[in-house]
């Protein structure tokens, strides 16, 4: 059960939230410490996929002469990246001026002009 | 549920303090109007506080501690109660950040005296490791 939080480890035990907290406070630290830590993980992880997803969707939508834009990106990008359309603007934006790609501007699902 | 503790320092100076958490390795955040803390669990501490250590730079601690100034511009520190006192986050770690911010101020009134940096020493006593600072008169 590494990297489980402190209810479901209580649901698995049969036992409170507060007595193990009250009863045993290191091991309840040390179970919050790890899921925290595979919490952080895996949103590095998720943040990692959707950087790798976004730079090879940009390029293969430049190659293609598109423009990369929200909508045109979202679909390219797999379950395991994370899901979070302000970070997935930045991520377009980030590809974009990294691959140095011809676009000043990025076009919203909404029509919105940014960039 | 944990909570926030506020431990006692005589640290007023933020640029010192700053430079002291950096020399032990951290990267604090400044926040100059000062933020909450957020905690695991809904853990907050309202009060503001203008230094920020993240959690996630202080390896498996349950929140981040916060450096706050009180009514009369003393810091005081923000520490989760489980993190000072099982994970090491304690009145020990904030003395080794009180030596090291006083280590600074020392060398900038120094400085600003005209005194001359001869050397910095460790010297072991009964109650700790403590730094002895060397200056000469120009």
């Excluded at chain 1, 091991?27 to 590095?44: C, P, W």
């Excluded at chain 1, 997803?53 to 390219?76: E, F, H, I, K």
Aim: charged share 25%; aromatic share 8%; proline share 4%.
């Amino acid at each position: 059960m590494k990297g489980a939080s402190v209810p479901v480890v209580c649901r698995a035990a049969a036992i409170k939230q507060q007595s193990l907290l009250h009863k045993f406070p290191v091991l309840y630290r040390q179970i919050v410490s790890s899921y925290l830590e595979s919490r952080d993980a895996l949103r590095h992880q998720r943040r990692e996929t959707l950087r790798n997803d976004v730079r090879n969707a940009v390029v293969d939508l430049s190659r293609r002469g598109m423009r990369p834009t929200l909508g045109s990106v979202s679909p390219l990008i797999s379950a395991a990246a994370a899901k979070d359309w302000k970070l997935i603007h930045q991520e377009i934006d980030r590809s974009m001026r990294e691959l140095g790609c011809g676009f000043g501007s990025i076009t919203l699902p909404n029509g919105k002009v940014m960039g | 549920m944990s909570q926030y503790e506020e431990l006692k320092t005589t640290m007023t100076d933020q640029q010192y303090l700053v430079e002291a958490l950096t020399e032990m390795g951290f990267n604090p955040e400044v926040q100059t109007d000062g933020a909450a803390l957020k905690g695991y669990g809904g853990v907050t501490w309202s009060r503001p506080v203008q230094v920020i250590i993240p959690r996630e730079q202080l390896r498996g601690a349950l929140a981040p501690i916060g450096f706050g100034r009180d009514e009369t511009g003393v810091f005081q520190a923000v520490i989760d109660d489980l993190d000072r006192q099982y994970g090491g986050l304690d009145a020990v770690w904030l003395g080794r950040v009180a030596q090291s911010y006083k280590e600074r101020q020392t060398m900038a009134v120094a400085k600003t005296k005209g005194y001359i940096f001869r050397g910095r020493e460790v010297v072991q006593t009964p109650q700790g490791p403590k730094v002895q600072l060397r200056f000469a008169v120009r």
